[in-house]
Nanobody
Framework: QVQFVESGGGLVQPGGSLRLSCATSGSINDIYTMAWYRQAPGKQRELVARSRVGDSVVYTFYADSVRGRFTIARLDAKNTVYLQMNSLKPEDTAVYYC????????WGQGTQVTVSS
């Protein structure tokens, strides 16, 4: 089963940007959909964005709360998935995880993103 290692989180001021990276232990070439999720304190984990490859075309989906601000990208040759986050808001504060979509049971440690002045 593919393992996931997230990185790139940190403390950023509102309006700032971060780029998260997710390195996988195996090839993602055969994984149709990769995704980023997040879990804020006291809340359930939620889907943030997903990227599906089909017939050499990449399809993306974003949660309403991040659409237009976040961009998911996958680099299959490096078994890596990215999440570019711009115009960050305090409500984006959460631990961010990557996984397949639907998610496997193999969650990584996640990377903490804190948006605060």
């Amino acid at each position: 089963q593919v393992q996931f290692v997230e990185s790139g989180g940190g403390l950023v001021q509102p309006g700032g940007s971060l780029r998260l990276s997710c390195a996988t232990s195996g090839s993602i070439n055969d994984i149709y959909t990769m995704a980023w999720y997040r879990q804020a304190p006291g809340k359930q984990r939620e889907l943030v964005a997903r990227s599906r490859v089909g017939d050499s075309v990449v399809y993306t989906f974003y949660a309403d709360s991040v659409r237009g601000r976040f961009t998911i990208a996958r680099l299959d040759a490096k078994n890596t998935v990215y999440l570019q986050m711009n115009s960050l808001k305090p409500e984006d504060t959460a631990v961010y995880y990557c996984n397949t979509y639907p998610a496997t049971s193999s969650w990584g440690q996640g990377t903490q993103v804190t948006v605060s002045s």
